[in-house]
Protein backbone atom coordinates (compact mmCIF):
# COMPACT_ATOMS: atom_id res chain seq x y z
CA UNK A 1 0.00 0.00 0.00
CA UNK A 2 3.01 2.75 1.09
CA UNK A 3 4.77 1.59 -2.31
CA UNK A 4 1.37 2.23 -4.16
CA UNK A 5 0.87 5.93 -2.47
CA UNK A 6 4.36 7.03 -3.98
CA UNK A 7 4.21 5.81 -7.36
CA UNK A 8 0.81 7.23 -7.18
CA UNK A 9 2.40 10.79 -6.00
CA UNK A 10 5.17 11.17 -8.56
CA UNK A 11 2.94 10.05 -11.41
CA UNK A 12 1.03 13.01 -10.81
CA UNK A 13 3.45 15.43 -10.31
CA UNK A 14 5.68 17.95 -12.53
CA UNK A 15 9.62 18.29 -11.83
CA UNK A 16 9.17 20.83 -9.32
CA UNK A 17 10.20 20.64 -5.39
CA UNK A 18 10.23 22.79 -2.73
CA UNK A 19 12.95 21.74 0.57
CA UNK A 20 10.82 21.05 3.45
CA UNK A 21 12.88 21.40 7.14
CA UNK A 22 10.51 18.45 8.34
CA UNK A 23 9.91 16.79 5.11
CA UNK A 24 12.32 17.17 2.67
CA UNK A 25 10.33 15.24 0.25
CA UNK A 26 7.10 17.14 0.22
CA UNK A 27 5.91 17.13 -3.46
CA UNK A 28 3.42 19.95 -4.43
CA UNK A 29 1.61 20.56 -7.35
CA UNK A 30 2.68 23.66 -9.34
CA UNK A 31 0.76 27.17 -9.25
CA UNK A 32 1.17 26.96 -13.24
CA UNK A 33 2.07 24.32 -15.49
CA UNK A 34 5.48 24.69 -17.08
CA UNK A 35 6.78 26.67 -14.45
CA UNK A 36 10.30 25.44 -13.22
CA UNK A 37 12.19 27.43 -10.43
CA UNK A 38 12.50 28.42 -6.72
CA UNK A 39 11.14 30.54 -4.04
CA UNK A 40 13.69 33.66 -3.82
CA UNK A 41 12.67 34.96 -0.11
CA UNK A 42 14.78 37.53 -0.04
CA UNK A 43 12.30 39.23 -2.93
CA UNK A 44 10.46 42.42 -1.36
CA UNK A 45 6.83 41.85 0.20
CA UNK A 46 5.90 45.22 -0.86
CA UNK A 47 6.40 44.13 -5.15
CA UNK A 48 5.16 40.84 -4.20
CA UNK A 49 2.68 40.61 -1.20
CA UNK A 50 2.59 36.72 0.23
CA UNK A 51 5.88 35.47 -2.04
CA UNK A 52 7.96 35.42 0.64
CA UNK A 53 5.82 33.42 3.07
CA UNK A 54 7.07 30.15 2.44
CA UNK A 55 4.86 28.36 4.86
CA UNK A 56 1.52 29.58 3.46
CA UNK A 57 2.87 28.32 0.12
CA UNK A 58 4.21 25.00 1.53
CA UNK A 59 1.07 24.56 3.41
CA UNK A 60 -1.00 24.94 -0.12
CA UNK A 61 -2.76 28.41 0.59
CA UNK A 62 -3.10 30.28 -2.16
CA UNK A 63 -4.27 34.12 -3.03
CA UNK A 64 -7.12 35.49 -5.02
CA UNK A 65 -6.69 38.39 -7.16
CA UNK A 66 -9.17 41.71 -7.60
CA UNK A 67 -12.48 40.22 -10.05
CA UNK A 68 -10.59 37.10 -10.53
CA UNK A 69 -12.51 34.12 -12.53
CA UNK A 70 -11.72 30.64 -13.09
CA UNK A 71 -10.11 28.33 -13.82
CA UNK A 72 -11.20 28.56 -16.87
CA UNK A 73 -10.76 26.44 -20.10
CA UNK A 74 -7.05 26.72 -20.03
CA UNK A 75 -7.22 25.82 -16.48
CA UNK A 76 -6.17 29.24 -15.49
CA UNK A 77 -7.34 32.24 -13.34
CA UNK A 78 -7.97 35.45 -14.97
CA UNK A 79 -8.80 39.09 -13.96
CA UNK A 80 -12.46 40.26 -14.89
CA UNK A 81 -11.86 38.09 -17.87
CA UNK A 82 -9.56 36.45 -20.20
CA UNK A 83 -9.52 39.05 -22.70
CA UNK A 84 -8.54 41.52 -19.61
CA UNK A 85 -5.32 39.81 -18.00
CA UNK A 86 -4.12 36.75 -15.78
CA UNK A 87 -3.94 36.24 -12.41
CA UNK A 88 -0.68 35.29 -10.07
CA UNK A 89 -2.56 33.45 -7.27
CA UNK A 90 1.02 33.02 -5.56
CA UNK A 91 1.44 37.02 -4.81
CA UNK A 92 -2.31 37.74 -5.82
CA UNK A 93 -1.81 40.43 -8.67
CA UNK A 94 -3.29 40.76 -12.01
CA UNK A 95 -1.12 40.81 -14.45
CA UNK A 96 -3.51 43.37 -17.76
CA UNK A 97 -3.34 42.45 -21.12
CA UNK A 98 -2.45 45.01 -23.81
CA UNK A 99 -4.97 47.76 -23.68
CA UNK A 100 -6.17 47.44 -20.32
CA UNK A 101 -4.66 48.38 -17.10
CA UNK A 102 -5.84 49.09 -13.00
CA UNK A 103 -5.60 46.64 -10.20
CA UNK A 104 -8.37 44.58 -11.64
CA UNK A 105 -7.26 45.01 -15.49
CA UNK A 106 -10.61 46.98 -15.98
CA UNK A 107 -9.66 50.35 -17.27
CA UNK A 108 -8.37 50.49 -20.78
CA UNK A 109 -5.51 52.58 -21.81
CA UNK A 110 -5.32 55.73 -23.49
CA UNK A 111 -4.33 54.20 -26.48
CA UNK A 112 -7.33 52.12 -26.17
CA UNK A 113 -11.42 53.03 -25.74
CA UNK A 114 -14.17 50.81 -24.02
CA UNK A 115 -16.63 49.22 -26.30
CA UNK A 116 -19.06 47.34 -24.21
CA UNK A 117 -16.78 45.48 -22.01
CA UNK A 118 -13.82 45.11 -23.72
CA UNK A 119 -10.88 47.96 -24.78
CA UNK A 120 -10.16 48.30 -28.27
CA UNK A 121 -6.98 50.15 -29.86
CA UNK A 122 -8.29 53.69 -31.23
CA UNK A 123 -8.07 54.87 -34.51
CA UNK A 124 -6.38 58.04 -34.39
CA UNK A 125 -8.35 61.12 -36.86
CA UNK A 126 -6.06 63.53 -39.12
CA UNK A 127 -4.91 66.55 -37.38
CA UNK A 128 -6.74 65.58 -34.66
CA UNK A 129 -9.52 67.08 -35.69
CA UNK A 130 -8.73 70.64 -35.82
CA UNK A 131 -9.73 71.13 -31.98
CA UNK A 132 -13.21 71.63 -33.79
CA UNK A 133 -15.14 68.16 -34.06
CA UNK A 134 -15.33 65.17 -31.96
CA UNK A 135 -13.22 62.01 -33.43
CA UNK A 136 -14.36 58.48 -33.65
CA UNK A 137 -11.79 56.56 -32.79
CA UNK A 138 -13.47 53.59 -34.10
CA UNK A 139 -13.65 54.51 -37.93
CA UNK A 140 -10.87 57.28 -37.28
CA UNK A 141 -13.31 60.02 -38.91
CA UNK A 142 -13.83 63.44 -37.25
CA UNK A 143 -17.41 64.62 -36.24
CA UNK A 144 -17.00 68.32 -36.97
CA UNK A 145 -18.51 71.19 -35.16
CA UNK A 146 -21.20 73.66 -36.51
CA UNK A 147 -20.01 75.74 -39.51
CA UNK A 148 -16.92 73.10 -39.81
CA UNK A 149 -15.92 71.16 -42.34
CA UNK A 150 -13.69 69.00 -43.98
CA UNK A 151 -11.74 65.76 -43.06
CA UNK A 152 -9.90 67.45 -39.80
CA UNK A 153 -12.67 69.76 -39.74
CA UNK A 154 -10.07 73.06 -40.60
CA UNK A 155 -12.63 74.38 -43.21
CA UNK A 156 -15.08 77.00 -42.65
CA UNK A 157 -18.35 76.92 -43.90
CA UNK A 158 -18.60 80.59 -42.75
CA UNK A 159 -15.50 81.22 -44.88
CA UNK A 160 -16.24 79.52 -47.69
CA UNK A 161 -20.33 81.24 -47.55
CA UNK A 162 -18.81 84.97 -46.59
CA UNK A 163 -14.99 85.74 -45.96
CA UNK A 164 -11.98 83.73 -45.44
CA UNK A 165 -11.24 84.89 -42.52
CA UNK A 166 -15.22 84.82 -40.80
CA UNK A 167 -15.58 82.08 -37.83
CA UNK A 168 -19.32 82.61 -36.92
CA UNK A 169 -22.02 82.72 -39.39
CA UNK A 170 -25.56 82.14 -40.30
CA UNK A 171 -27.75 81.48 -43.00
CA UNK A 172 -27.52 85.13 -44.31
CA UNK A 173 -24.76 87.07 -42.21
CA UNK A 174 -21.20 86.52 -40.63
CA UNK A 175 -21.33 87.01 -37.08
CA UNK A 176 -17.54 87.05 -36.03
CA UNK A 177 -14.68 87.75 -37.50
CA UNK A 178 -10.43 85.87 -36.55
CA UNK A 179 -8.60 88.53 -34.37
CA UNK A 180 -7.61 91.88 -35.67
CA UNK A 181 -10.54 91.87 -38.58
CA UNK A 182 -13.75 94.17 -37.96
CA UNK A 183 -17.34 92.22 -39.29
CA UNK A 184 -19.28 94.18 -41.88
CA UNK A 185 -21.79 91.70 -42.25
CA UNK A 186 -20.88 90.09 -45.72
CA UNK A 187 -17.04 90.15 -44.95
CA UNK A 188 -14.30 90.83 -42.84
CA UNK A 189 -12.45 93.61 -42.82
CA UNK A 190 -8.40 93.59 -41.72
CA UNK A 191 -7.99 96.35 -38.74
CA UNK A 192 -4.69 97.36 -40.66
CA UNK A 193 -6.64 99.39 -42.70
CA UNK A 194 -6.97 101.73 -40.39
CA UNK A 195 -3.16 101.72 -39.04
CA UNK A 196 -0.50 98.64 -39.43
CA UNK A 197 -0.61 98.89 -35.49
CA UNK A 198 -4.21 98.41 -34.97
CA UNK A 199 -4.95 95.03 -33.48
CA UNK A 200 -8.33 95.54 -32.49
CA UNK A 201 -11.21 97.43 -34.31
CA UNK A 202 -14.56 97.82 -35.44
CA UNK A 203 -16.69 99.42 -38.90
CA UNK A 204 -15.83 102.71 -38.55
CA UNK A 205 -12.41 103.41 -36.37
CA UNK A 206 -9.49 101.41 -34.89
CA UNK A 207 -10.29 100.88 -30.96
CA UNK A 208 -6.86 99.98 -29.95
CA UNK A 209 -2.92 99.45 -30.88
CA UNK A 210 -0.22 96.99 -30.44
CA UNK A 211 3.71 96.95 -30.91
CA UNK A 212 4.16 94.70 -34.19
CA UNK A 213 6.70 92.98 -33.87
CA UNK A 214 6.74 92.18 -29.98
CA UNK A 215 3.37 92.28 -28.65
CA UNK A 216 2.05 90.50 -30.89
CA UNK A 217 1.25 87.48 -32.93
CA UNK A 218 4.39 87.98 -34.58
CA UNK A 219 6.47 87.08 -31.45
CA UNK A 220 5.84 83.34 -31.88
CA UNK A 221 5.31 83.39 -35.90
CA UNK A 222 2.98 85.43 -38.27
CA UNK A 223 0.19 84.06 -39.83
CA UNK A 224 -0.29 83.05 -43.37
CA UNK A 225 -3.49 86.13 -43.74
CA UNK A 226 -1.52 88.91 -41.32
CA UNK A 227 -0.05 91.70 -43.67
CA UNK A 228 3.35 92.52 -44.66
CA UNK A 229 5.40 94.32 -42.35
CA UNK A 230 5.44 98.15 -43.12
CA UNK A 231 9.35 99.35 -44.07
CA UNK A 232 9.84 101.13 -40.84
CA UNK A 233 9.24 98.32 -38.72
CA UNK A 234 10.99 95.59 -40.66
CA UNK A 235 14.48 98.15 -40.73
CA UNK A 236 14.08 98.66 -36.70
CA UNK A 237 16.75 98.24 -34.53
CA UNK A 238 16.32 96.34 -31.03
CA UNK A 239 18.53 95.92 -28.35
CA UNK A 240 18.52 92.25 -28.13
CA UNK A 241 18.80 89.41 -30.40
CA UNK A 242 15.38 87.46 -29.57
CA UNK A 243 15.50 83.68 -30.27
CA UNK A 244 11.93 82.44 -31.65
CA UNK A 245 9.57 81.43 -28.83
CA UNK A 246 11.93 83.47 -26.64
CA UNK A 247 9.61 83.77 -23.37
CA UNK A 248 11.95 86.05 -21.54
CA UNK A 249 10.79 89.32 -20.42
CA UNK A 250 13.95 91.20 -20.83
CA UNK A 251 13.57 90.33 -24.79
CA UNK A 252 11.30 92.65 -24.68
CA UNK A 253 12.64 95.97 -23.29
CA UNK A 254 12.52 97.45 -26.63
CA UNK A 255 9.02 97.36 -27.09
CA UNK A 256 6.73 100.31 -27.97
CA UNK A 257 3.38 101.11 -25.85
CA UNK A 258 1.38 102.34 -28.86
CA UNK A 259 -1.55 104.46 -27.97
CA UNK A 260 -4.54 106.02 -30.60
CA UNK A 261 -3.81 109.95 -30.80
CA UNK A 262 -5.90 112.88 -30.97
CA UNK A 263 -7.83 113.44 -33.73
CA UNK A 264 -5.95 117.20 -34.31
CA UNK A 265 -3.06 115.76 -35.33
CA UNK A 266 -3.79 112.58 -37.36
CA UNK A 267 -3.46 111.06 -39.91
CA UNK A 268 -0.31 111.08 -38.81
CA UNK A 269 1.17 109.92 -42.28
CA UNK A 270 -0.38 112.63 -44.24
CA UNK A 271 1.95 114.92 -42.34
CA UNK A 272 5.39 113.43 -41.32
CA UNK A 273 8.44 115.56 -41.59
CA UNK A 274 12.14 115.48 -42.13
CA UNK A 275 13.99 118.99 -41.48
CA UNK A 276 17.84 119.73 -42.04
CA UNK A 277 19.23 122.27 -40.40
CA UNK A 278 21.75 125.09 -41.72
CA UNK A 279 20.27 124.45 -45.44
CA UNK A 280 19.88 128.65 -45.25
CA UNK A 281 22.85 128.65 -42.88
CA UNK A 282 21.28 129.83 -39.74
CA UNK A 283 19.71 127.99 -37.17
CA UNK A 284 16.06 127.27 -38.82
CA UNK A 285 14.99 124.13 -40.11
CA UNK A 286 14.38 123.18 -43.24
CA UNK A 287 11.22 120.54 -43.45
CA UNK A 288 9.99 117.80 -46.26
CA UNK A 289 7.15 115.42 -46.54
CA UNK A 290 8.48 111.74 -45.42
CA UNK A 291 6.53 108.70 -45.73
CA UNK A 292 5.85 106.31 -42.58
CA UNK A 293 3.25 103.73 -42.00
CA UNK A 294 1.56 105.51 -38.50
CA UNK A 295 -1.98 106.67 -39.60
CA UNK A 296 -3.85 106.68 -36.03
CA UNK A 297 -1.07 104.72 -33.61
CA UNK A 298 1.80 106.52 -32.16
CA UNK A 299 3.36 107.59 -29.33
CA UNK A 300 6.37 109.95 -28.19
CA UNK A 301 8.92 107.95 -29.30
CA UNK A 302 12.47 106.25 -29.34
CA UNK A 303 15.16 108.43 -30.98
CA UNK A 304 18.47 107.29 -32.48
CA UNK A 305 21.08 108.73 -34.30
CA UNK A 306 20.80 107.46 -37.95
CA UNK A 307 24.18 105.71 -38.72
CA UNK A 308 26.51 104.50 -36.33
CA UNK A 309 29.67 105.86 -38.34
CA UNK A 310 30.48 108.73 -40.70
CA UNK A 311 33.64 110.00 -42.37
CA UNK A 312 34.24 113.31 -43.88
CA UNK A 313 37.27 114.87 -45.55
CA UNK A 314 39.37 117.64 -43.67
CA UNK A 315 38.57 120.22 -46.07
CA UNK A 316 34.69 119.42 -46.63
CA UNK A 317 34.34 122.04 -43.43
CA UNK A 318 31.29 120.42 -41.85
CA UNK A 319 29.75 116.73 -41.33
CA UNK A 320 25.65 116.10 -40.94
CA UNK A 321 24.13 114.19 -38.19
CA UNK A 322 20.71 112.47 -38.61
CA UNK A 323 18.34 111.80 -36.23
CA UNK A 324 15.71 109.91 -36.37
CA UNK A 325 12.43 109.33 -34.48
CA UNK A 326 9.84 106.55 -33.94
CA UNK A 327 5.99 106.84 -33.22
CA UNK A 328 4.90 108.79 -35.98
CA UNK A 329 5.63 112.15 -34.09
CA UNK A 330 3.14 112.68 -31.85
CA UNK A 331 3.85 115.61 -29.30
CA UNK A 332 7.06 117.54 -28.54
CA UNK A 333 10.19 115.92 -27.55
CA UNK A 334 14.11 116.81 -27.23
CA UNK A 335 17.13 115.05 -26.49
CA UNK A 336 20.94 116.49 -25.70
CA UNK A 337 23.85 115.50 -27.79
CA UNK A 338 27.52 115.73 -26.40
CA UNK A 339 30.92 114.68 -28.43
CA UNK A 340 33.94 112.90 -26.98
CA UNK A 341 37.51 113.11 -28.73
CA UNK A 342 38.94 109.20 -28.86
CA UNK A 343 41.78 110.23 -30.89
CA UNK A 344 43.72 112.21 -28.78
CA UNK A 345 43.85 113.13 -25.11
CA UNK A 346 40.21 113.46 -24.94
CA UNK A 347 39.94 117.12 -26.08
CA UNK A 348 37.77 117.49 -29.45
CA UNK A 349 40.22 119.55 -31.52
CA UNK A 350 39.43 119.52 -35.16
CA UNK A 351 35.43 119.76 -34.64
CA UNK A 352 32.88 122.27 -32.73
CA UNK A 353 30.16 120.98 -30.78
CA UNK A 354 27.57 123.63 -32.14
CA UNK A 355 27.59 125.50 -35.87
CA UNK A 356 28.43 129.30 -35.81
CA UNK A 357 24.37 129.93 -35.88
CA UNK A 358 23.71 128.23 -32.19
CA UNK A 359 24.70 127.51 -29.37
CA UNK A 360 22.15 125.00 -28.20
CA UNK A 361 23.33 120.96 -28.22
CA UNK A 362 19.67 120.34 -27.89
CA UNK A 363 17.43 119.11 -30.53
CA UNK A 364 13.53 119.85 -30.53
CA UNK A 365 11.30 117.04 -32.26
CA UNK A 366 7.92 119.15 -32.74
CA UNK A 367 4.58 117.51 -33.71
CA UNK A 368 5.01 115.64 -36.59
CA UNK A 369 8.68 115.99 -36.96
CA UNK A 370 10.05 112.22 -37.29
CA UNK A 371 14.08 113.04 -38.52
CA UNK A 372 16.07 115.73 -38.01
CA UNK A 373 19.97 116.82 -39.08
CA UNK A 374 22.41 119.35 -37.83
CA UNK A 375 25.45 120.42 -38.67
CA UNK A 376 29.16 120.04 -36.88
CA UNK A 377 31.73 122.17 -37.97
CA UNK A 378 35.00 120.27 -38.87
CA UNK A 379 38.29 122.62 -38.75
CA UNK A 380 40.83 122.44 -41.30
CA UNK A 381 43.95 123.13 -39.67
CA UNK A 382 46.19 122.57 -42.69
CA UNK A 383 48.36 120.34 -40.85
CA UNK A 384 49.47 116.82 -41.84
CA UNK A 385 48.42 114.52 -39.78
CA UNK A 386 46.22 110.94 -38.84
CA UNK A 387 42.59 110.16 -39.35
CA UNK A 388 41.44 111.88 -36.13
CA UNK A 389 38.07 110.25 -34.50
CA UNK A 390 35.12 111.22 -31.98
CA UNK A 391 31.91 109.74 -30.76
CA UNK A 392 28.14 111.35 -31.13
CA UNK A 393 26.75 110.28 -27.48
CA UNK A 394 22.41 110.71 -27.13
CA UNK A 395 21.64 111.56 -23.57
CA UNK A 396 18.80 113.63 -21.21
CA UNK A 397 15.75 112.95 -23.98
CA UNK A 398 12.67 114.92 -22.57
CA UNK A 399 8.77 115.31 -23.41
CA UNK A 400 8.32 111.77 -22.99
CA UNK A 401 10.52 110.01 -25.62
CA UNK A 402 13.13 107.35 -24.88
CA UNK A 403 16.80 106.63 -26.20
CA UNK A 404 17.17 103.84 -29.10
CA UNK A 405 19.90 101.15 -28.99
CA UNK A 406 21.99 103.32 -32.03
CA UNK A 407 22.97 106.54 -29.08
CA UNK A 408 26.32 106.37 -30.00
CA UNK A 409 28.14 107.40 -33.58
CA UNK A 410 31.48 107.28 -33.94
CA UNK A 411 32.77 110.53 -36.85
CA UNK A 412 36.31 109.55 -38.79
CA UNK A 413 37.76 113.10 -39.85
CA UNK A 414 40.31 111.94 -42.90
CA UNK A 415 43.38 114.13 -42.90
CA UNK A 416 43.84 116.02 -46.46
CA UNK A 417 47.15 118.28 -46.48
CA UNK A 418 50.21 117.28 -47.68
CA UNK A 419 54.15 118.15 -46.83
CA UNK A 420 56.46 120.31 -49.74
CA UNK A 421 59.42 121.46 -49.78
CA UNK A 422 59.96 125.07 -50.79
CA UNK A 423 63.29 125.78 -52.82
CA UNK A 424 65.98 128.21 -51.22
CA UNK A 425 64.51 131.87 -52.88
CA UNK A 426 67.00 132.59 -56.26
CA UNK A 427 67.28 135.93 -54.28
CA UNK A 428 69.91 136.92 -51.27
CA UNK A 429 71.18 133.39 -51.20
CA UNK A 430 73.65 134.32 -49.48
CA UNK A 431 72.35 135.80 -46.32
CA UNK A 432 69.13 133.13 -46.11
CA UNK A 433 69.42 130.89 -43.40
CA UNK A 434 66.64 127.47 -44.25
CA UNK A 435 64.80 128.78 -46.34
CA UNK A 436 62.90 125.17 -45.79
CA UNK A 437 58.63 125.40 -45.92
CA UNK A 438 56.15 123.06 -45.00
CA UNK A 439 53.04 124.78 -46.33
CA UNK A 440 50.02 123.72 -48.89
CA UNK A 441 50.64 124.73 -52.60
CA UNK A 442 47.71 126.94 -53.30
CA UNK A 443 47.25 129.79 -55.76
CA UNK A 444 46.81 133.34 -54.38
CA UNK A 445 47.92 132.63 -51.25
CA UNK A 446 47.22 135.00 -48.55
CA UNK A 447 50.77 135.45 -46.21
CA UNK A 448 51.74 137.33 -43.21
CA UNK A 449 55.04 137.84 -42.17
CA UNK A 450 56.46 140.01 -39.20
CA UNK A 451 60.35 141.44 -39.70
CA UNK A 452 62.20 142.46 -36.57
CA UNK A 453 65.19 144.98 -36.64
CA UNK A 454 66.99 146.21 -33.42
CA UNK A 455 63.20 145.46 -31.24
CA UNK A 456 61.36 147.35 -34.07
CA UNK A 457 58.55 144.68 -35.48
CA UNK A 458 57.27 145.54 -38.76
CA UNK A 459 54.02 143.44 -39.81
CA UNK A 460 53.15 142.63 -43.78
CA UNK A 461 50.48 141.50 -45.53
CA UNK A 462 50.98 139.83 -49.52
CA UNK A 463 49.49 138.15 -51.98
CA UNK A 464 51.97 134.93 -52.96
CA UNK A 465 50.55 134.14 -56.70
CA UNK A 466 52.22 130.68 -57.47
CA UNK A 467 53.14 131.88 -61.43
CA UNK A 468 55.37 134.71 -59.98
CA UNK A 469 57.94 132.98 -57.51
CA UNK A 470 58.83 129.86 -56.04
CA UNK A 471 59.37 131.31 -52.43
CA UNK A 472 57.13 134.27 -50.85
CA UNK A 473 60.03 136.07 -48.48
CA UNK A 474 61.86 137.81 -51.77
CA UNK A 475 57.93 139.82 -51.81
CA UNK A 476 58.98 140.94 -48.87
CA UNK A 477 62.41 141.64 -48.70
CA UNK A 478 61.47 143.98 -51.38
CA UNK A 479 58.90 145.94 -49.12
CA UNK A 480 61.80 146.75 -46.73
CA UNK A 481 63.72 150.03 -48.00
CA UNK A 482 66.24 150.45 -44.57
CA UNK A 483 69.49 149.71 -44.55
CA UNK A 484 69.94 146.44 -41.41
CA UNK A 485 70.03 143.30 -40.13
CA UNK A 486 66.38 142.02 -40.12
CA UNK A 487 64.84 138.64 -38.80
CA UNK A 488 61.55 137.60 -40.55
CA UNK A 489 59.00 135.44 -39.25
CA UNK A 490 56.18 133.52 -42.29
CA UNK A 491 52.72 132.53 -41.76
CA UNK A 492 50.38 131.16 -44.55
CA UNK A 493 47.16 132.49 -43.84
CA UNK A 494 44.89 129.73 -43.89
CA UNK A 495 40.16 130.84 -43.98
CA UNK A 496 38.50 129.17 -42.14
CA UNK A 497 38.39 129.89 -38.59
CA UNK A 498 40.70 131.31 -35.43
CA UNK A 499 43.65 129.70 -33.60
CA UNK A 500 41.38 129.06 -30.15
CA UNK A 501 43.78 128.46 -27.08
CA UNK A 502 41.73 126.64 -23.74
CA UNK A 503 43.05 127.30 -20.74
CA UNK A 504 42.35 125.61 -17.08
CA UNK A 505 43.10 128.56 -15.06
CA UNK A 506 41.32 131.60 -15.18
CA UNK A 507 44.43 133.69 -15.93
CA UNK A 508 45.81 132.52 -19.56
CA UNK A 509 48.78 130.38 -17.72
CA UNK A 510 50.62 129.00 -20.31
CA UNK A 511 51.61 125.88 -17.94
CA UNK A 512 47.72 125.50 -17.86
CA UNK A 513 47.11 125.69 -21.44
CA UNK A 514 45.18 122.26 -21.93
CA UNK A 515 44.46 122.53 -25.99
CA UNK A 516 44.38 124.26 -29.08
CA UNK A 517 42.41 124.14 -32.28
CA UNK A 518 40.40 126.03 -35.02
CA UNK A 519 37.24 127.40 -34.37
CA UNK A 520 35.06 128.12 -36.83
CA UNK A 521 33.59 130.86 -35.39
CA UNK A 522 33.41 132.66 -31.85
CA UNK A 523 29.80 131.90 -30.42
CA UNK A 524 29.49 129.48 -27.64
CA UNK A 525 28.42 129.50 -24.00
CA UNK A 526 30.28 128.28 -21.03
CA UNK A 527 28.77 125.15 -20.32
CA UNK A 528 30.66 124.10 -23.89
CA UNK A 529 33.67 125.42 -22.79
CA UNK A 530 36.47 123.54 -22.10
CA UNK A 531 38.40 125.95 -20.05
CA UNK A 532 38.31 128.24 -17.38
CA UNK A 533 39.65 131.35 -19.76
CA UNK A 534 40.27 131.27 -23.88
CA UNK A 535 42.09 133.19 -26.12
CA UNK A 536 41.29 133.40 -29.82
CA UNK A 537 44.20 134.66 -32.48
CA UNK A 538 44.34 135.44 -36.38
CA UNK A 539 42.92 137.36 -39.09
CA UNK A 540 39.61 139.00 -40.38
CA UNK A 541 38.73 140.53 -43.98
CA UNK A 542 36.43 143.28 -44.28
CA UNK A 543 34.25 142.67 -46.68
CA UNK A 544 35.08 145.26 -49.72
CA UNK A 545 33.67 148.43 -49.89
CA UNK A 546 31.14 149.69 -52.45
CA UNK A 547 29.55 153.20 -53.00
CA UNK A 548 26.73 152.58 -50.95
CA UNK A 549 28.80 151.14 -48.09
CA UNK A 550 31.94 153.52 -46.79
CA UNK A 551 31.44 152.15 -42.98
CA UNK A 552 32.37 148.76 -41.97
CA UNK A 553 32.62 147.32 -39.19
CA UNK A 554 30.99 147.56 -36.12
CA UNK A 555 32.20 144.35 -33.97
CA UNK A 556 30.51 143.38 -31.14
CA UNK A 557 31.71 141.11 -27.99
CA UNK A 558 29.40 139.32 -25.92
CA UNK A 559 31.05 138.29 -22.35
CA UNK A 560 31.88 139.33 -19.41
CA UNK A 561 35.72 139.64 -18.38
CA UNK A 562 37.09 140.27 -22.22
CA UNK A 563 39.78 141.68 -23.44
CA UNK A 564 39.76 142.78 -27.75
CA UNK A 565 42.80 143.60 -29.39
CA UNK A 566 42.63 144.98 -33.20
CA UNK A 567 45.86 144.89 -35.11
CA UNK A 568 47.67 144.61 -31.27
CA UNK A 569 45.82 148.07 -30.01
CA UNK A 570 44.04 147.27 -26.97
CA UNK A 571 40.11 148.08 -27.90
CA UNK A 572 38.17 147.02 -25.47
CA UNK A 573 39.17 146.16 -21.60
CA UNK A 574 36.38 144.49 -19.57
CA UNK A 575 39.37 141.98 -17.90
CA UNK A 576 38.66 143.86 -14.40
CA UNK A 577 36.36 146.08 -15.03
CA UNK A 578 32.30 144.77 -15.06
CA UNK A 579 30.96 148.13 -16.53
CA UNK A 580 30.74 147.05 -19.65
CA UNK A 581 28.36 144.50 -18.72
CA UNK A 582 27.64 141.52 -21.20
CA UNK A 583 28.08 143.25 -24.46
CA UNK A 584 31.21 146.11 -25.67
CA UNK A 585 31.29 147.69 -29.08
CA UNK A 586 33.79 149.00 -31.11
CA UNK A 587 34.03 150.68 -34.57
CA UNK A 588 36.62 149.75 -37.07
CA UNK A 589 38.51 152.88 -38.92
CA UNK A 590 36.63 153.97 -41.82
CA UNK A 591 40.18 154.34 -43.30
CA UNK A 592 41.89 151.32 -45.19
CA UNK A 593 43.84 149.09 -43.02
CA UNK A 594 47.84 149.03 -43.74
CA UNK A 595 47.66 146.50 -46.62
CA UNK A 596 45.49 146.23 -49.95
CA UNK A 597 43.64 143.33 -48.61
CA UNK A 598 41.41 144.56 -45.79
CA UNK A 599 43.12 142.37 -43.29
CA UNK A 600 42.69 142.94 -39.71
CA UNK A 601 45.21 140.95 -37.34
CA UNK A 602 42.73 140.46 -34.05
CA UNK A 603 43.10 138.87 -30.43
CA UNK A 604 40.20 137.93 -28.16
CA UNK A 605 40.80 136.76 -24.08
CA UNK A 606 37.59 135.71 -22.00
CA UNK A 607 37.78 134.57 -18.84
CA UNK A 608 34.98 132.42 -17.29
CA UNK A 609 31.46 133.75 -15.89
CA UNK A 610 29.37 132.93 -13.22
CA UNK A 611 26.77 132.00 -15.25
CA UNK A 612 26.87 128.72 -17.12
CA UNK A 613 24.33 130.03 -20.02
CA UNK A 614 26.28 132.90 -20.64
CA UNK A 615 27.44 133.59 -23.99
CA UNK A 616 30.81 134.34 -26.10
CA UNK A 617 30.03 135.52 -29.47
CA UNK A 618 32.28 137.72 -31.76
CA UNK A 619 29.56 139.74 -34.48
CA UNK A 620 29.63 142.41 -36.76
CA UNK A 621 27.07 144.37 -38.88
CA UNK A 622 28.47 143.39 -42.23
CA UNK A 623 25.43 143.11 -43.90
CA UNK A 624 23.59 145.44 -41.49
CA UNK A 625 22.47 143.67 -38.75
CA UNK A 626 24.50 141.90 -35.91
CA UNK A 627 25.59 138.54 -36.43
CA UNK A 628 28.17 136.01 -35.89
CA UNK A 629 31.16 136.88 -37.80
CA UNK A 630 31.50 133.67 -40.18
CA UNK A 631 34.58 131.75 -41.35
CA UNK A 632 34.74 133.01 -44.67
CA UNK A 633 36.09 135.89 -43.21
CA UNK A 634 38.11 134.78 -40.36
CA UNK A 635 42.29 133.28 -41.39
CA UNK A 636 44.59 131.54 -39.01
CA UNK A 637 48.03 131.00 -39.27
CA UNK A 638 50.17 127.96 -40.46
CA UNK A 639 54.00 128.85 -39.96
CA UNK A 640 55.56 128.55 -43.53
CA UNK A 641 59.29 127.80 -42.09
CA UNK A 642 60.99 125.20 -40.31
CA UNK A 643 63.00 127.47 -38.87
CA UNK A 644 61.19 130.05 -36.25
CA UNK A 645 63.02 133.21 -37.80
CA UNK A 646 65.36 133.57 -40.82
CA UNK A 647 67.53 136.27 -40.76
CA UNK A 648 68.99 138.50 -43.83
CA UNK A 649 70.90 141.77 -43.96
CA UNK A 650 70.04 144.98 -46.36
CA UNK A 651 72.92 146.45 -47.84
CA UNK A 652 73.15 150.02 -48.99
Known amino acids: MRLFLVVSLFSSVQPYRIKDTENETLAMTPFERGFVGRIDAKMPEAANPGWND ?22 KYHCTSAFNGYCDRRSGTCFCNEGYSGEACKICTVTHQMIGDLCYQKTLCPNDCSNAGECNYLTGKCQCNELRDGDDCSQFLCAAKFDVNCIQCNTDVCLKCIDGYSNFGTHCKPCTSFDPRCNLCDTQTCLSCIDLLLYSIRRSGGRANDAILPMDEMERQLGKEIPFGNQDSDAFDDAEVYKLADEEVIPLDRAALSCDQGLNNDSSFTCRRVIISNKVCGNKGVISLSSPEYSVEENQGHVRISLKRSGGGVGVVSVMYTIEDLSTDGFVRDVSSTALY ?10 HEIEKSFILPIHNDMLKENTETFAIHLQDPRGGAQLGTQ ?55 LKYEEDRAKDPVPLFLTALNEVGVYKIRVHQLAKGGLLGSYYSDSMLSLHEKRMERIDEAVNLTWAQSIGSSMRWHGFFKRPEFNSNNTVCCSLQVEGESVRLWIDRFLVIDSWH ?7 AFYELDNSSSPDNFELFEITLEVRQSNDPTSHIRLLW ?31 D
Do not use: W
Open 358 to 367: TTSQRITFNI
Open 621 to 651: NATGEMEVIRSKFLYFQVRVYSTVHLQFVIL
Open 577 to 583: DSTFGKS
Open 407 to 461: RTSYVHILDDDSLSECENSSFYESTLIGAKCERTRSQNALFSAVATRDGDNKRFH
Open 54 to 75: VTSISNGRLRHCPSMVGPLEDD
